[in-house]
C-alpha cells in the first residue's frame, strides 16, 4: 500500500539551470545535464523504473545518455529501479564505500537499522559496476562539480549531493540531501549505534551550502506545495538548515 503511494506518477518538472525532477510523486530522482551526459541521482522502488525513463524522454532526454548513477542510500524504495535504469544506459553507479558493499549483492546487511525483524524489502536487484567514493570527493563531469556529503544514520551508508547550477547569470548551490529519520525495526537502539552519528550528520546538513533543497522523498522538501507556489519557491538558502 505504501509504495502504491509512492510509486503514483508525476509530471517531471524543470528545478532550477540544469536540474530537474524525474522521479515519482513520492521518491525523489533528479536528473543533471552536464553538458558532456546526463547523472541521475536515486532509482527509486523496482516498479519506479519505467516511470523514471518515460519522464526523461517526456523532457526530451534520452535515458540511454545517463552517465553516471548516485545513490543517497540503500533501501529498496531508492535503489530499486537502479539495476533496470542502468541496463538501459549502460551508467557506472556511484555510492558511499558503505553503501557499495549491500548494493552489489541486492541485500540489507546487519548494520542496517532495518536489517531483519519481518520488515518487508530487505532485498533488491543487485547493482554492477559500482565506484565507492570517500566523502568529500568532489567528481567533475562536463561543466558540473558534484560534492558527495556522508550523510549516516537513517543508514550506515547514506550519502548527500551537492553541486551548483546557473540560469540567466544567477548561480544557486543545490542539495540532494538523504532522509535523515531513525526509522528502524523493532528493538533497534540509535542510542547503541547511530545515535551521535545522526546527530552530527544533522548538524552537517544544517551548515551545508543550500539555495535550493531536494530529498529522497517529496514530504521532505515540501515538493508538492512548492509546486503549487511556482518554481521561485523551491529556493530558499534556510531549507537545509530548517530540515535538519
Known sequence: EQCAEWNRPQEPFHVYGNTWYVGTAGLGAVLIDTGAGIVLLDGGLPQ????????????????????FIGISHVHYDHVGGVAALQRISGADVIASHEGAKPLRIGALLRDDPQFGGGLNG????????????????HFEIGDVVFTLVYTPGHTTGGTSWTWQSCEDGRCLDIAYVDSLTPVSRSGYRFADGLGDTLRATLERVAALDCDILLSTHAFSFSMHAKLEQGREAFVDPDACRDLA
Do not use: C, Y
Open 48 to 67: 519506479s523504473a519505467e516511470l523514471i525513463a518515460n519522464n526523461i524522454r517526456e523532457l526530451g532526454f534520452d535515458p540511454a545518455d545517463i552517465r
Open 122 to 137: 530487505q532485498t533488491f536487484p543487485a547493482v554492477d559496476d559500482v565506484i565507492a567514493m570517500h566523502d568529500g570527493t
